[in-house]
């Protein structure tokens, strides 16, 4: 067990303390998605409904700009020397994006005291499933962000895919309008979208609006991809390793 979980907790904390190092990104990552979010919420005169909206935008830029760390890694020869190495794969992905994820979790965190001015009171007892439901959509964009990094050669070519596919999933995922007012072809686009869910189950655990689909039907969905992703990363960690070999 221990040449599965040494491995995962070492490449964790190196992303911890590589995070630590740059400290400069914590306010360019919760600065961006704060004055988008004030913005529009004071010039539509309701900073609450756009909330979640925000403080996802801020957990995604989070966790993907920390997978951006894959195209350096590679470009520095440490990826390789990662999969090459006897460490599991499994374990050296999992490492990477707990390392990620913790980190667009605690600025997750960080957001949520603006929650006072947003209207949004969180009472003592439910900052446990606020915070995990912050993990989990934390973990699942890390996910994503890994897959798409692992094909990139260039940080140019990142955020341009970025700007293509993620801003356009924010966009219709209920962080700007909600389902029930949107267009017939949006409507179908935000129910498969996956970010949908996750701004409706931090509706459900802050008490706002716009909490449609349910709890279970958004924990669910928000996991199931969470889980598929890793294992993708898996898969495409796997494939690597064994042309790296050959």
């Not at 440490?78 to 667009?104: D, E, N, Q, Y």
């Amino acid at each position: 067990m221990s040449s599965f979980f040494l491995p995962a907790a070492t490449l964790w904390q190196r992303e911890l303390v590589r995070f630590w190092r740059q400290k400069s990104r914590v306010m360019g990552v919760v600065a961006s998605p704060l004055v988008f979010w004030l913005v529009i919420g004071l010039g539509s005169n309701d900073l609450g409904r756009f909330y979640s909206g925000a403080l996802v935008l801020t957990v995604m830029f989070s966790a993907i700009f920390s997978t951006i760390t894959i195209i350096e890694d590679r470009r520095e020869g440490f990826l390789l020397s990662m999969l090459v190495s006897p460490a599991p794969r499994t374990s050296l992905v999992l490492g990477k994006i707990m390392g990620s994820a913790t980190l667009a979790w605690i600025q997750g965190i960080i957001f949520l005291a603006f929650a006072p001015l947003a209207g949004v009171s969180i009472h003592p007892m439910e900052i446990l499933p606020v915070a995990g439901a912050i993990f989990l959509i934390s973990f699942t964009l890390t996910g994503l962000g890994f897959v798409i990094a692992w094909k990139m050669n260039s940080t140019a070519g990142f955020h341009g895919i970025m700007n293509l596919l993620l801003l356009p999933m924010w966009m219709l995922s209920g962080s700007l309008f909600t389902m029930a007012t949107a267009h017939g072809v949006i409507k179908a686009i935000m129910r498969v979208n996956p970010l949908t869910y996750s701004i409706s189950l931090l509706n459900y655990t802050l008490h706002l609006p716009n909490a449609d689909p349910g709890p279970v039907l958004s924990v669910t969905i928000t996991a199931a991809m969470g889980l598929l992703l890793v294992l993708a990363c898996g898969v495409l960690a796997a494939q690597k390793a064994t042309k790296s070999a050959a």
